[in-house]
Each structure stands twice: as structure tokens, then as C-alpha cells.
């Protein structure tokens, strides 16, 4: 994947001296006790564990069933980085198509959001990076529609841009629905 130009004003990370433009990762914003991570992986993934003591809200394992590729795969928290957590609409892109003029607030609700949120491998997550649907499409098939289905429901959601070439990807993908 070709190295993109670095974004005006873009900074994801959070660590010190770092812009943290989508708030720190992971955040409960729909309060439930549980960290996004964790809810996506209990929605996402199958046979699911949780650690005990922590309200049901710490998964330690199960399956994954990747949408992107179709693979199975087991889920271990010991090798959590296995089974990263897509954004769907990736920052990055977000920031580019309209984010960049939101309060902080609205960054870290999207950055939040179980929408535009999905468990996938890390090898398909580094794959994908922060590409729009015009550069980047679930190597399986049968997921292209779901995939548009997500893309345009979030951007409809946020009031984000689509560039014509997305669009043109997005159209493509709902013609296989």
C-alpha cells in the first residue's frame, strides 16, 4: 500500500504532546460499563468468555469469524492485537471528509460509534489502514454489500463526504446486494 501524505492537523495518537483528535481510544461512550473494544468483540465474535469480576464486559476469548476475508480464527486476550478493531470509515479519511470542523466531542463519538466499528484480522486491519472504498474492498465477496451498506449509513450519519471515485466503489458494491 503506497504511503499516504500526512493530514493537516490529523493526530490520532493521545500520548503526551500528541493531538488526540478522536479522544483516547476505547471510550464507553454509550455507557454501559463496557469499553468499546470490548462490546464490538462480544458483538462480533462467537463462543464468547469474559473475565470474571468484570461484569461480563472483558472478553478473554472466542472466535471470530472474519467478514472481511471469511476466516476463523480463535480469539485469545493474551494475543489481542491478533484480532484488531476496524473503522469501518477509517479517521483519517473522516477527518479529511468533514471531521476536521467537529467538536471534540463528535470526533470521539465517531471514533466510538458500533457502526463503523468491526473485530477483523490485523493482517486484513494493516491491509485496509485508512483507505476509502474506491482503494480498498473486503477480499470476500459476499461481504461487499454489507461493507457499502456500513460505509454509507455512517457517512449518511456524520454528514461526510464521498468523493465521486468512492462513490462510484459504493454503487459497485450495492450492485452485489
Known amino acids: 500500500m503506497a504511503e499516504k501524505t500526512p493530514l493537516e492537523g490529523y493526530e490520532r ?6 493531538g488526540c ?11 454501559n460499563g463496557c469499553d468499546q473494544r470490548n462490546d464490538v468483540l462480544q458483538r462480533d465474535l462467537t463462543d464468547v468468555q469474559v473475565r470474571e469480576g468484570t461484569q461480563g ?12 476475508t471469511g476466516a476463523v480464527l480463535p480469539f485469545a486476550k493474551a494475543e489481542a492485537a491478533e484480532v ?5 470509515v477509517p479517521l483519517a479519511a473522516a477527518w479529511v471528509q468533514g471531521a476536521a470542523a467537529w ?17 477483523t484480522t490485523r493482517a ?8 476509502t472504498a474506491d482503494e ?21 450519519r456524520y454528514a461526510l463526504t ?11 458494491l450495492l450492485a452485489t446486494c
Open 84 to 88: 484488531p478493531i476496524d473503522h469501518v
Open 162 to 172: 464521498v468523493t465521486p471515485p468512492e462513490a462510484a466503489a459504493l454503487e459497485g
Open 136 to 156: 480498498w474492498v473486503p477480499p470476500d465477496p459476499t461481504y461487499g454489500c454489507s461493507y457499502a451498506t456500513v460505509v454509507i449509513t455512517v457517512k449518511d
Open 21 to 31: 483528535v478522536f479522544g483516547p481510544a476505547w471510550a464507553d461512550v454509550d455507557r
Open 103 to 119: 467538536t471534540p466531542e463528535q470526533r470521539a463519538l465517531f471514533a466510538n460509534d458500533l457502526t463503523n466499528l468491526i473485530a
Open 57 to 68: 464486559c472483558v472478553v478473554v476469548a472466542g472466535v471470530l469469524d472474519d467478514p472481511y
Open 13 to 18: 495518537g493521545c500520548g503526551e504532546g500528541e
Open 124 to 131: 486484513e486491519n494493516s491491509a485496509k489502514g485508512d483507505s
